[in-house]
């Protein structure tokens, strides 16, 4: 099976119940591009709002915990986002792992419940300016990869997504070129590891500021199935021009 393109939107901590009329509009252009899957994470406090307003559509958290229940205040846990509706959760973003300290272990462990919730999950990895400017960038996200991503899983169900942190939100992108050798790196790591199901399932996506005018050329890079996109997945304006872009590969 071909793996289909996926475009995802991360809406951070951004929208409030006026902004479910902005999902409504996205999901129901993306429809008129089949070939693509579009799914978006809103904060948890629309998932069962942006399930209702639009059955059907693909929504996600932004992160869940590792354990099932418990005394974890301001935590929300994979099995409450699946019964809110969700179908997927992020883990691993950048900004939870070093803004929250969460190490390739934690990551690792919330994948798995997002999997043992039955969620699909999107895994994030990516290295800071410092990295990329020493010339170690790949070798950062393959001990990443090596240490977050879990043991057993449906390859279907579980999507990486590289994202340099200093192209989230600053405008920078990566060349293609970079693009194109970090997913190549990651995709023989992950086949290496679990053989062909890594190269014909598994989806690979990019991140950090992905918008209208560049996505043709980074969907476009080799060994890249989608985005996780930011800024520009709050309205359907910005958001959809990526949707067609992905379309057209
Ligand atoms: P950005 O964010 O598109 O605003 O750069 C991407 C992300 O953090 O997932």
């Not at 915990?65 to 205040?73: D, L, N």
């Amino acid at each position: 099976m071909a793996r289909r393109k996926y475009v995802v939107g991360n809406w951070k901590m951004n929208g409030v119940t006026a902004s479910i009329a902005d999902a409504q509009a996205i999901f129901a252009a993306a429809g008129d591009h089949a070939g693509v899957d579009v799914a978006i994470c809103p904060p948890f406090t629309l998932i069962g709002a942006m399930v209702a307003a639009v059955p059907g559509a693909e929504v996600g958290g932004q992160d869940c915990h590792s354990a099932v229940s418990g005394a974890f205040t301001g935590s929300v846990a994979a099995p409450m986002l699946a019964d809110a509706g969700a179908s997927l959760v992020i883990v691993g973003h950048s900004e939870r792992r070093e803004g929250c300290g969460e190490s390739d272990a934690d990551v690792r462990a919330k994948a798995e419940a997002g999997l043992g919730a039955g969620l699909s999950v999107i895994l994030c990895v990516g290295e800071p300016c410092e990295v990329r400017e020493s010339g170690r960038a790949i070798d950062y996200v393959l001990a990443q990869i090596a240490g977050s991503v879990p043991d057993d899983f449906d390859a279907t169900r579980l999507a990486i997504a590289y994202e340099p942190i200093w192209a989230i939100g600053t405008g920078l992108v990566p060349t293609v070129d970079d693009v194109a050798a970090m997913h190549g790196a990651i995709r023989g790591a992950l086949a290496a590891r679990f053989g062909g199901a890594a190269e014909e399932d598994m989806r690979l996506l990019y991140g950090g500021s992905v918008n209208g005018d560049n996505a043709c050329e980074l969907l476009g890079a080799g060994d890249v199935d989608g985005a996780l996109v930011g800024g520009a997945s709050l309205t359907a304006a910005k958001f959809l021009p990526i949707v067609a872009a992905a379309a057209k590969l």
